[in-house]
Nanobody, 121 residues
């Protein structure tokens, strides 16, 4: 497993932007698919975005396409999620995840502790 630490969450008004970052401790993301899930109280965990590190392939959940951008950091142990045009329904705890593939993230990936994103009306 890889240890992950998220940062960048906070409170923002609807229409605003935030940038989340995920950093790995002790290793790089060279052989991982890295991305984000989110979960609001009482709701199912939802896929947000991911990037396959070695070739840059990107995946987005339908609810964030056109608004969020995932990217690799300047080093091999960071990934960023730029969140634009935020909506109140984006309010959730956002969790970084790293796994061997996109299909194993939710069930077999490593998880960060989460960072709260709150979007006010």
């Amino acid at each position: 497993q890889v240890q992950l630490v998220e940062s960048g969450g906070g409170l923002v008004q609807a229409g605003g932007s935030l940038r989340l970052s995920c950093a790995a401790s002790g290793r790089t993301f060279s052989y991982y698919t890295v991305g984000w899930f989110r979960q609001a109280p009482g709701k199912e965990r939802e896929f947000v975005a991911a990037i396959r590190w070695n070739d840059g392939t990107i995946f987005y959940g339908d609810s964030v396409k056109g608004r969020f951008i995932i990217s690799r950091g300047s080093t091999k142990n960071t990934v960023h999620l730029q969140m634009n045009s935020l909506k109140p329904e984006d309010t959730a705890v956002y969790y970084c995840n790293a796994a061997s593939s996109i299909t194993t993230m939710q069930t077999g990936g490593s998880w960060g502790q989460g960072t709260q994103v709150t979007v006010s009306s």
